[in-house]
């Protein structure tokens, strides 16, 4: 999926154009979104409280826990390989435009080919990417320590414009893809959509700083920010869950509430999230730097393909099984089933199509029409 992230740090040490761990890492958030997805769509949940829904079914519950993470890896990650595709391209401007552009334009054929989920409106995580693709040269522009304030600064702009519009502390896909509200597609694509700029690009940031202290050799520092970021998350919902004024009431109350989901995207969830995937990216360098990670290791070859599973998963079991009635019709233990066949399916595949570079996958036609190096093969 963050398809600009195809020649970022060479975490096996190599100085190649590909990465190997960066690759595997992003498998691992296929998985991760994949399993999830399934979960939500295919699983007769039962009707019962969350706390007692997780302790009767804590391995569904848990997994789509954990699918929370991916999204977050694949915006990081996204910025974590800009840095490299930005120092490694003769035209840097043009190449991000495009990439970005074509990323977005995908999104918006996503939203044409499922519509019981998405609306022509609807902004999600390719939008979210392609997005922050765009603007990479110029956020690649400032140092890293504005980058820094800039941070914050991102997540206090999503807070004052979710308390202006009155968002809700639970956005339903209908809202998500409304046009219809003032401001229409861009009160979607700033605040309100699935993973709207606000303040999901503030992620994006966080992979481009992250990517330049790998490149000083830094990698402390990123393990670190994790850190930090994730306990400023829990030290923000417990603060709210202790019932303080200032908490819980007032026009920065959305900075304190701990949410169990990112519809709308608050600070302590995000910061939780953003810090786990920083270290997510500090651990898997020093393996790469100590063990190294094959290019043959399926994680990588799945990794390679995210962005096809994403478009061939949804459509599949989202838009297909709603159309045959199947949709949320199965039991926890078939809906496992289902969601592990899946998963050994989709890397299988990607493995096999290694053998052919992932000749004509939706990340090959990126880069095809973005470099003038993979537009010669495609005339091949």
């Known amino acids: 999926m963050?398809?600009?992230?195809?020649?970022?740090?060479?975490?096996?040490?190599?100085?190649?154009?590909?990465?190997?761990?960066?690759?595997?890492?992003?498998?691992?958030?296929?998985l991760?979104?994949?399993?999830?997805?399934?979960?939500?769509?295919?699983?007769?949940?039962?009707?019962?409280?969350?706390?007692e829904l997780f302790v009767a079914h804590t391995l569904m519950m848990g997994m789509n826990f954990c699918g929370l993470l991916a999204a977050p890896l694949f915006v990081?990650?996204?910025?974590?390989?800009?840095?490299?595709?930005?120092?490694?391209?003769?035209?840097?401007?043009?190449?991000?435009?495009?990439?970005?552009?074509?990323?977005?334009?995908?999104?918006?054929?996503?939203?044409?080919?499922?519509p019981h989920w998405f609306t022509p409106g609807s902004w999600f995580v390719l939008h979210c990417i392609g997005f922050s693709l765009i603007l990479a040269p110029a956020l690649l522009r400032l140092r890293?320590?504005?980058?820094?304030?800039?941070?914050?600064?991102?997540?206090?702009?999503?807070?004052?414009?979710?308390?202006?519009?009155?968002?809700?502390?639970?956005?339903?896909?209908?809202?998500?893809?409304?046009?219809?509200?003032?401001?229409?597609?861009?009160?979607?694509?700033?605040?309100?959509?699935h993973f709207p700029v606000f303040p999901w690009v503030a992620l994006f940031i966080s992979g481009i700083i992250a990517g330049r202290w790998i490149s000083a050799g830094k990698t402390k520092y990123i393990l670190l920010t994790g850190i930090t970021f994730?306990?400023?998350g829990i030290v923000l919902g417990v603060l709210y869950r202790h019932g303080y004024a200032f908490a819980t009431r007032g026009p920065l109350f959305r900075l304190f509430v701990p949410l169990p989901y990112f519809y709308?995207?608050?600070?302590?969830?995000?910061?939780?999230?953003?810090?786990?995937?920083?270290?997510?990216?500090?651990?898997?360098?020093?393996?790469?730097q100590k063990k190294g990670v094959r290019a043959?290791?399926?994680?990588?070859?799945?990794?390679?393909?995210?962005?096809?599973?994403?478009?061939?998963?949804?459509a599949l079991f989202n838009e297909l099984f709603h159309l045959l009635g199947l949709k949320n019709t199965f039991s926890a233990v078939w809906t496992f089933v289902i969601i592990m066949i899946t998963l050994g399916v989709c890397g299988y595949c990607a493995f096999l199509w290694r053998r052919v570079e992932y000749r004509n996958g939706l990340e090959w036609w990126v880069r095809a029409v973005s470099d003038r190096k993979w537009q010669k093969k495609l005339l091949l």
């Open 230 to 232: 994730i306990t400023a």
């Open 144 to 193: 890293t320590a504005y980058l820094v304030l800039l941070y914050p600064a991102i997540f206090g702009a999503a807070l004052f414009g979710q308390h202006i519009l009155g968002t809700p502390l639970l956005l339903m896909d209908a809202r998500m893809g409304n046009i219809s509200l003032p401001g229409g597609v861009l009160r979607l694509i700033f605040l309100e959509g």
């Open 2 to 30: 963050a398809a600009g992230a195809d020649h970022a740090v060479d975490f096996s040490g190599h100085g190649g154009l590909r990465i190997p761990a960066a690759d595997a890492l992003r498998g691992i958030a296929v």
């Open 32 to 51: 991760l979104m994949v399993q999830q997805h399934l979960g939500v769509w295919l699983w007769k949940v039962p009707v019962m409280p969350l706390w």
């Open 264 to 288: 709308p995207a608050l600070p302590p969830l995000m910061l939780g999230l953003n810090g786990l995937a920083l270290l997510c990216a500090g651990i898997m360098y020093r393996i790469g």
């Open 76 to 114: 990081s990650l996204s910025g974590f390989g800009s840095v490299y595709l930005h120092a490694k391209t003769e035209r840097p401007f043009r190449v991000f435009a495009v990439r970005g552009a074509v990323i977005i334009f995908f999104g918006y054929m996503l939203n044409f080919l499922t």
């Open 296 to 314: 043959s290791n399926p994680l990588v070859s799945l990794g390679r393909v995210s962005l096809t599973v994403l478009f061939v998963h949804i």
